[in-house]
């Protein structure tokens, strides 16, 4: 089946940190590659993505880049802020098929001054 | 910018009672989606809608649930007997395309509770 893991939550940092949240997936197909965030109160939105091989998604100074043989989509970011608290989600949608998301289960991120 | 709005943020229902979660997608958008997710736990697919009809469901989605677009801006979720398990966060999504890497909006949910 269609899965995605991620590294176990809560990370805390200091401010100025670096980051990586791990994550990796198990797919039948060729999947798409996103990173979605909840910051407190609100919904889930889309941090970046990656829909094929070696690419690399980017925004907000962080990156992923889509390693197919790793089966790979780890988040980075070389210097976290206070205001990068949130939980971050790795998810995949297939080629296939309606385009549901899969998710891992979120990894609660809290930057401390 | 435009957003996808959901009410009401919070529902709290008796077991066995029905609820009607309530979602109002991004304008333009044709692709409609309810995900939910158990305190603890993962983000859960449900269903996707799609020109009037349901495209793809899991396996949660029972005869329980339902799914309807009774006019040109609503998007609504209905379980008709709720049980103790169906308290969890409800996500609406939308989005403008169903293809492959297109992003998907969401809303900021409803917490329900099952007493």
């Known amino acids: 089946g269609n899965s995605v893991t991620q590294m176990e939550g809560p990370v805390t940092l200091s401010e100025e940190a670096f980051l990586t949240i791990n994550c990796t997936y198990t797919a039948t197909g060729y999947p798409s590659l996103f990173w979605y965030v909840q910051y407190p109160g609100e919904g889930l939105q889309l941090l970046l993505k990656?829909?094929?091989?070696?690419d690399k998604g980017s925004n907000k100074g962080f990156e992923a880049t889509y390693r197919k043989e790793t089966t790979s989509f780890h988040l980075e970011k070389g210097s976290v802020q206070v205001s990068d608290s949130a939980v971050y989600f790795c998810a995949l949608t297939l080629i296939q098929g309606a385009q549901k998301l899969v998710f891992g289960q979120g990894t609660r991120l809290t930057i401390n001054p | 910018e435009p957003e996808v709005t959901q009410t009401p943020s919070h529902q709290v229902t008796q077991m066995g009672q029905e609820v009607i979660l309530r979602c109002v997608p991004i304008s333009n958008h044709l692709y409609f989606y309810w995900y939910r997710q158990i305190l603890g736990q993962k983000v859960e697919f449900l269903v996707s809608?799609?020109?009037?009809?349901?495209?793809?469901k899991s396996e949660i989605f029972d005869d329980q649930f339902s799914v309807e677009r009774p006019d040109g801006s609503n998007f609504t979720l209905k379980i008709r007997s709720t049980k103790l398990e169906d308290s969890a966060m409800y996500f609406c999504a939308s989005s403008e395309y169903g293809r492959a890497g297109n992003e998907q909006f969401f809303g900021p949910g409803t917490r329900l509770t099952v007493l």
């Open positions: 809608f799609y020109n009037n009809e349901i495209s793809e």
């Open positions: 990656a829909t094929k091989a070696d």
